[in-house]
C-alpha cells in the first residue's frame, strides 16, 4: 500500500496510475477507521471489478474547516497507525495523508458553497460545516482525480449535497453511496462512538430503535407528524438522550414534506453528553 503525504506526491502517483490504465475511487474519511469506513473500500472495490479493475486510494484528513468554533476537532479521534493497518487488511492500494498546511494555503479566498442543501437540518445546527466540506472534497477530487468516489448513506445530507455539488459543478465523478454499517445492537457505526461513555453507549441505541418505528409507521401510511411524534415519544423514554432534531423529508433532494407520496429520509441529531449522533433510515410509503 503506497503511503502519499503530499499533494505534489498524489498528483504525480495519479499521473502513474493513468499511464498504467484503470480506474481510480477515492475514498474520503477523517480517520480513526471503523469496519463502516471498510465497507467504502470494499464497495470501492467492487466498483473496479465491475469497471475492469484499478486503485482504491483513501484519504485520511481531519478537516479543520468543517468544525465549528465549539466543537470537537481538537478531541477528533486520531489513529493514524492503527487506520493503516486497517486499510492494509482490507485492500486498499494508496491512502493520501495530507497535512493542513498541504489543503489550506495562505491567502486563500475561495470556497465551495452548496447554497441551500447546505444550510438546512444539519447546516442549520453547523453553520459552516457543509461549506467546509463542500471546499474539502472539491479539493481531494482535483488533486486525486478519481473516477467515483464513495460516501456513507449515514451522512445523508452530506451524500446529498454532493451529489448536487457534483451535478452542479459538472466535476466527472461518480458517486457510490454506501449503506450504513450497525453494531448488532442496532447502533450505527460512527468515529464518535469511541468518545460515548459507558452508560451513553448503552442508551444510544435508542436511536435506531426510533428509526424502526418510524419507517414502519410511513410504511402503513402514516404522515409526518404523527411519525416524529411516535419518533419523538421514544427517544424521550431514554433519560440520556438529548434530541437535536427529528426531520423527515423527501429522500431525494430533501425537501418538506407533509404526507409522504414517494420515499422519505427520517434524519435524527442526538447527543448524548458531549457527543452529537446522527443517524437516517429511508422509508417507502
Ligand atoms: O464524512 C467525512 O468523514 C467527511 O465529512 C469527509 C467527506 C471526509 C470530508 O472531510
Redesign the pocket.
Known sequence: MQIIRSTPDMRAIRQDWRQAGGKVVLV???GALHDGHLSLVARARDWLDEQGGGRVVTSI?V?PT?FGPNEDLDRYPRDEAGDLAKLRGAGCDAVFLPQVSDIYRPGAQTHVEVAGLGRILMGRLRPGHFRG?AT??TKLFNIAQPDAAA?GEK?YQ?LTLIRRMVADLDIPVTILPVPTRREADGLAMSSRNQRLTPEDRAAAPVLARALDRGEALIADGAGVAQARRAIRDILRAEPRAEIRSIDIRDAEDLSRVTVPARPVVILLAVRFGDVLLIDQRVAHP
Open positions: 474520503p474519511t477523517m484528513f478537516n468543517q466540506v474539502v472534497v460516501f451522512d452530506q
